[in-house]
């Protein structure tokens, strides 16, 4: 008895950069980033868990990461490194939204 061909796995992780964190607009995004894939995509604070569908905007909502989380991605079923890449690739630009950065003080 042969196997069956393992399913393409893919974890990842990033920090959020943008100032409000995972709040609605960020959240709608990377669900509708994860529905582009047709592998199973879930998110969460922890590599530990728990763990959230991240195609479910609710879902995502509710994990209210703020700004300077880690959030985790993992992936499985065909084409799961590329998701898991875009979904961090988004997460490391702020969803487009400005990044928290310190104030430069140095303009005296």
Same mark, same amino acid.
Do not use: Y
């Given at each position: 008895?042969?196997?069956?061909?393992?399913t393409?796995?893919?974890?990842?992780?990033?920090?959020?950069?943008?100032?409000?964190?995972?709040?609605a607009?960020?959240?709608?995004?990377?669900?509708?980033l994860?529905?582009?894939?047709?592998?199973?995509?879930?998110?969460?604070?922890? %590599?530990? @868990? $728990?763990?959230?569908? !991240?195609?479910?905007?609710?879902?995502?909502?509710? +994990?209210?990461?703020?700004? #300077?989380?880690?959030?985790?991605?993992? %992936?499985? @079923? $065909?084409?799961?490194? !590329?998701?898991?890449?875009?979904?961090?690739?988004? +997460?490391?630009?702020?969803? #487009?939204?400005?990044?928290?950065?310190? %104030?430069?003080?140095?303009?005296?």
């Amino acid at each position: 008895m042969r196997d069956s061909p393992a399913t393409e796995q893919a974890t990842d992780s990033a920090e959020l950069v943008n100032a409000v964190g995972l709040h609605a607009r960020p959240s709608v995004k990377l669900t509708q980033l994860a529905k582009t894939f047709a592998c199973r995509v879930e998110i969460a604070l922890s %590599a530990d @868990g $728990p763990w959230v569908d !991240a195609k479910s905007p609710v879902k995502v909502m509710r +994990v209210k990461a703020p700004c #300077g989380a880690v959030l985790h991605v993992r %992936a499985s @079923g $065909p084409g799961a490194a !590329a998701a898991a890449q875009a979904l961090m690739a988004l +997460v490391r630009g702020g969803f #487009g939204e400005p990044s928290h950065e310190p %104030a430069d003080l140095s303009h005296g």
